[in-house]
């Protein structure tokens, strides 16, 4: 079963998929909370330079050199971009737009210099070709298994286990980094840590996916989790989901219309975060236009119940307390003064007697609340 499992191409395709996902989200959700996800952005772009390097330094184009090589150039990324920063001459999405370009551009050039013969190109490292990782294979346990696989499978435990011995420092340092500072539990060091990790992710995902896909894992389903809940764990937890279900999807639908597997699996979590920003539960862009409905309904009420106690036992009382005073009196459309008139009636504020619109003594008891702050006769029996 194992073997079979090993042989299939597309079972290695989707294991890739997931395993990138799974290890850019457990980091990523950090990112985002801590403000930090445009560094993956930089760091997965100027880490060309620290590969070239390191190629011209050893000829190796993988392995450990090459990974320490590149989380080396990522956690220099973020030392340039934040010394820019401190110095208070650019903003901090200035000094990120001043450094990363200045090192890819500086790699591309390398490249082009020296690498112009030898498999190591700006199209692979950005865009990557993920159906093609069980080409790549290399023995383990008697079984031919893809590199990208093996790979991927040892970075996934180094970030979980990374995330679950840090859980306490990671989880304080993203919400209050002064209090985890207060508490001895070095935070900078901490966020450098969490950096380096993300380079070395990003490494290990080049050959298989790219930096394209790397990026839409370790940003969109950690941002789309954060819509959906205000917990760590559960956070974490669904923006890993997240990246699995976009990684099977993305690849059922690519097979389906014979486009790039990568692309769409990365297009799939632009899809989960669209779904989210308009039908998460309380940040979505629905749950907000029918909270603002609500209290604008609220707020007809108020003035429905005030406008009414206003004119309640006054000779005005026949014309001022009916629909259609509502709607040429305040200037309300027929339709918001019909909703206001249900809303109020349904909170037992008001009822119908007589043709008119007359307050409840809940209604009434809200009106004289809404008119404490204020002094002066409202009708003959106050005169």
């Known amino acids: 079963m194992i073997a079979a499992f090993l042989d299939s191409i597309p079972a290695m395709i989707l294991l890739t998929g997931v395993l990138v996902g799974a290890s850019a989200a457990l980091l990523g959700s950090f990112l985002v909370l801590r403000g930090n996800a445009m560094l993956t952005d930089a760091i997965s772009h100027s880490i060309v330079f620290g590969i070239v390097v390191v190629w011209l330094m050893t000829s190796q184009i993988s392995g450990p050199v ?47 210099v020296h690498a112009r013969d030898v498999h190591i190109d700006v199209h692979s490292v950005l865009l990557g070709e993920i159906g093609f990782v069980w080409l790549h294979t290399v023995p383990l ?3 031919p298994v893809p590199v990208a696989v093996a790979t991927l499978s040892v970075v996934l435990v180094v970030n979980l286990g990374f995330v679950l011995v840090f859980w306490k420092e990671l989880k304080l340092a993203s919400f209050d980094p002064g209090l ?7 935070p900078g060091a901490l966020h450098y840590a969490l950096l380096g990790l993300t380079s ?6 080049f050959d298989a996916v790219g930096a394209i896909l790397f990026i839409a894992f370790v940003i969109v389903p950690p941002a789309t989790a954060y819509l959906l809940t205000r917990r760590l764990w559960l956070m974490v ?59 604008r309904l609220d707020h007809d009420c108020r003035v429905l119940v005030a406008h009414l106690f206003t004119h309640e036992n006054t000779p005005a009382m026949p014309e001022e307390n009916t629909l259609r005073a509502l709607v040429e009196h305040l200037h309300w459309s027929t339709p918001r003064a019909r909703a206001a008139i249900l809303r109020a009636h349904d909170r037992a504020l008001i009822e119908r007697r007589d043709g008119l619109l007359v307050l409840r003594p809940k209604g009434r008891a ?18």
């Open 366 to 383: 809200e009106a004289e609340a809404l008119h404490e702050p204020h002094s002066g006769p409202r009708g003959p029996e106050m005169a």
């Open 180 to 186: 985890a500072a207060a508490l001895g539990f070095l």
């Open 200 to 205: 070395v992710t990003a490494v290990a995902a």
């Open 141 to 143: 346990w008697g079984h």
């Open 237 to 295: 937890v669904l923006a890993v989901a997240l990246s699995v279900a976009a990684s099977l999807a993305g690849y059922a639908l690519a097979v389906w219309w014979n486009v790039s597997i990568a692309g769409m699996m990365a297009s799939m979590t632009g899809v989960w975060f669209a779904l989210a920003l308009a039908f998460a539960p309380r940040h979505g862009l629905a749950a907000q236009a029918f909270r603002h409905r609500a209290q």
């Open 66 to 112: 090459q990974v320490l090589g590149a989380a080396v150039t990522g956690v220099l990324t973020v030392v340039l971009t934040e010394l820019l920063a401190r110095s208070r001459l650019v903003r901090m999405d200035a000094a990120i737009g001043l450094v990363f370009p200045a090192l890819f551009a500086a790699g591309v050039i390398l490249i082009s």
